[in-house]
């Protein structure tokens, strides 16, 4: 069974740099099959892709956050990771990391969520 | 960047009727490259439908997709409880990925 778990800060001071682990069992970050994503949602609002990386360290982003997203992988540990850097109170929101295929089966697992609040 | 628009905003249905949900893109959506998520509160998304009308594993026959192009539907064929939620549809063709700003399911 494939899990992801989200982990880091729950609360992060604007202008400093979000930072969130995604732990995967179940599967590996080195399946040539799969792309590792993050999906962010506002409080009460819609989902936002923000990108994914794939094993090689290939990453594809969203424009609207390109200048200040990276995203990582660590294959020794099986994880992958999320950096957003200068960060508002328009960042606030809960942070998902999901599995997408390169052949099209979209975003078919998901860890829980983890919120993320930006305030002083 | 291909924009969604999904109708109605809201749709208010007993257990037992049909639903219609629908997702228009703003331009042709690759290889029909579109899912269909539900939202329970509190809860993750959870996929439904991919390429447009394949079933993702686990998922009950009486959600069915269709469309192509640029006009997609989702028909939940007779609601029970567990149903009611806020679904989403996304296109993965081309990047940057994006959202509906989702329909939200409620009983009657």
């Known amino acids: 069974q494939v899990q992801l778990q989200e982990s880091g800060p729950g609360l992060v001071k604007p202008s400093e740099t979000l930072s969130l682990t995604c732990t995967v069992s179940g599967d590996s970050v080195t399946s040539g099959t799969y792309y590792w994503s993050w999906i962010r949602q506002p409080p009460g609002k819609g989902l936002e892709w923000i990108g994914y990386?794939?094993?090689?360290?290939?990453?594809n982003y969203n424009p609207s956050l390109k200048s200040r997203v990276t995203i990582s992988v660590d294959t020794s540990k099986n994880e992958f990771f999320l950096r957003l850097n200068s960060v508002t109170a328009a960042d606030t929101a809960v942070y998902y990391c999901?599995?997408?295929?390169?052949?099209?089966?979209?975003?078919?697992?998901w860890g829980q969520g983890t919120l993320v609040t930006v305030s002083s | 960047e291909i924009f969604l628009t999904q109708s109605p905003g809201t749709l208010s249905l007993s257990p037992g009727e049909r639903a219609t949900l629908s997702c228009r893109a703003s331009q042709s959506v690759t290889s029909d490259y579109l899912a269909w998520y539900q939202q329970q509160p509190g809860q993750a998304p959870r996929l439904l439908i991919y390429?447009?009308?394949t079933r993702a594993t686990g998922i009950p026959g009486r959600f069915s997709g269709s469309g192509s192009g640029t006009d997609f539907t989702l028909t939940i064929s007779r609601l029970e409880p567990e149903d009611f939620a806020v679904f989403y549809c996304q296109q993965y063709g081309t990047s940057p990925y994006t959202f509906g700003q989702g329909t939200r399911l409620e009983i009657k």
């Open positions: 999901a599995r997408d295929s390169w052949y099209g089966t979209a975003l078919d697992y």
């Open positions: 990386v794939y094993h090689s360290g290939n990453t």
């Open positions: 390429g447009a009308s």
